[in-house]
């Protein structure tokens, strides 16, 4: 029976994961390398080098299933990890759940600086970064969340750090860039004509509103055109999805602590870290055949890309500038419509996470934006915190699985990554709470549209 006398648990320093978990060499099947654009080889090493230090692109094709923390980074993440797990009681109680038969956990990744699950992977990626001579860091960010935690590794580590922003939510969320400025980063509004990339946007479409897949290619321009330049990405690739997994492995120290087990594990997914953090640990022990458990990724229906995107090679960003990857992907030249998620704005997903879902051991399924914030008051009016419009997928998705078990009179434990919270995003609760919000969906035609642009596929995919 698991203990009912916990709201929480909170680990001590010493129980920080001192290693990172990479699902790389458990995936079923053999994995599909990305593909260099010009040759339609795999890309290797040298063709990341411009982009990323030594020690992230040896990550990114790591076989080894354990990657050293190293010290510098397990002193940074003391700063707010190891992170609190939640059994949600008070929202149990209001849904009506059968007591004690369905129990819904929340990992709550909102306690970092940047306010989110992002510094995970910021921290270790300015370090490596730092390690080897890099002067300047380049990105994107969506919802801000991203952006703000890459400006606040910057300042740790002391790098120049450079924010391409999605202009919808640049206008949005303005302390979210001024919060990205007092880190010491420089904000700016993406596409911007500062870039190639930018200015092509511009001259076809002056009124963009940007989106992910824009503003990197944005700041890979910038870092493949200057020596002393990184870029780092916040989602999607192997490496941003293992450093995330210290969420999972604390998760799983926690649940035993509770001494209960999750049924199914619940994330939302823009590019996949997230998800992949809290997941890939419990994943892992599925695909060694020692637990069963259920995977739901949670995605918005205004940039649908497991549910309705087709499985290709496709490039990360809208310029054509990043290597193919294996992903469901909408299209790189797709433009969501603006949803209040914008960390969730994006056409593609982490080739990791893909292949899972390919081989069908994650579900997904996706939202519009009212029901989701529906959600999120229900849990702000009952648990208190402020879930950000990405992880209040999550929560949506994590009580639709308990109101469903509790319909079939059956016992059901969710867990799912509760990873950021709203504060920087009033104007969407505004929105919601004026009854001002709209679902966006999309059509058909606009799917069909987006999906004609992916590049030529290599024989056999
Ligand atoms: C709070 C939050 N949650 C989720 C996401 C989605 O990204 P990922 O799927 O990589 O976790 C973002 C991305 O910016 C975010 O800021």
């Known amino acids: ?19 990172w978990y990479n699902i790389l060499p458990e995936l079923p099947g053999e994995p599909l390398p990305p593909l260099h654009p010009g040759t339609m080889e795999p890309a290797g090493p040298a063709d990341l080098a411009p982009l990323f230090p030594e020690a992230l692109i040896m990550q990114e094709m790591s076989p080894d299933k354990w990657i050293d923390i190293p010290g510098e980074v397990i002193d ?3 700063t707010w990890r190891p992170s609190p797990l939640f059994r949600s009681r008070r929202l149990e109680e209001s849904l009506g759940l059968t007591p004690g038969k369905q129990r819904i956990y929340y990992k709550w990744e909102g306690v970092s600086p940047g306010g989110s699950h992002k510094p995970n992977t910021a921290v270790p990626q300015a370090f490596y ?120 492995l604390e998760a799983q120290k926690q649940m035993a602590v509770f001494e209960d087990v999750p049924d199914v594990v619940v994330g939302c997914v823009g590019g996949g ?23 739901v990724a949670v995605e918005p229906d205004a940039c649908p890309t497991l549910t309705r995107g087709t499985y290709a090679y496709d490039f990360g960003d809208t310029a054509g500038m990043t290597p193919l990857m294996p992903m469901y992907t909408l299209g790189h030249d797709f433009v969501p419509a603006p949803v209040h998620a914008g960390g969730l704005r994006y056409h593609g997903d982490a080739p990791s996470l893909c292949g899972l879902v390919k081989a069908g051991l994650y579900e997904a399924k996706s939202y519009p934006q009212i029901p989701v914030f ?13 879930p950000g419009p990405e ?63 992916l590049p030529p596929q290599p024989a056999g995919v």
């Open 374 to 386: 529906e959600a999120a008051v229900a849990f702000a009016r009952s648990e208190g915190w402020l």
């Open 391 to 453: 992880p209040a997928h999550a929560l949506k998705g994590a009580v639709d699985e308990a109101l469903a078990a509790r319909e079939a009179d059956e016992e059901r434990v969710v867990l799912f990554n509760l990873c950021g919270h709203g504060h920087f995003d009033m104007s969407a609760y505004e929105a919601f709470l004026a009854g001002e919000l709209e679902d966006l969906t999309l059509s058909e035609e606009e799917l069909q549209a987006a999906l004609s642009t």
């Open 129 to 248: 970064n730092k390690q080897a001579g890099t002067r300047k860091l380049t990105t994107e960010t969506g919802a801000g969340q991203w952006g703000s935690s890459l400006a606040y590794a910057c300042a740790l580590f002391g790098l120049e750090c450079a924010v391409y922003m999605v202009k919808v939510s640049y206008e949005q969320k303005p302390y979210r860039r001024v919060l990205m400025e007092t880190w010491g980063a420089s904000v700016l509004a993406s596409p911007s004509d500062t870039t190639q990339a930018g200015r092509n946007i511009l001259k076809d479409h002056p009124d963009s509103t940007g989106s992910l897949g824009i503003a990197i290619s944005e700041a890979v321009e910038v870092a493949a055109s200057n020596d002393d330049t990184h870029y780092s990405l916040g989602s999607v690739l192997n490496h941003v999805c293992t450093h995330q997994t210290v969420v999972g």
């Open 273 to 295: 870290s997230n998800f992949a953090g809290l997941s890939y640990p419990f994943a892992g022990d599925v695909l060694g055949g020692k637990v069963k458990t259920r995977f």
């Open 76 to 78: 940074v993440y003391k």
């Open 1 to 19: 029976m698991p203990r009912e006398d916990l709201v929480k648990v909170i680990l001590s320093e010493s129980e920080l994961p001192s290693a």
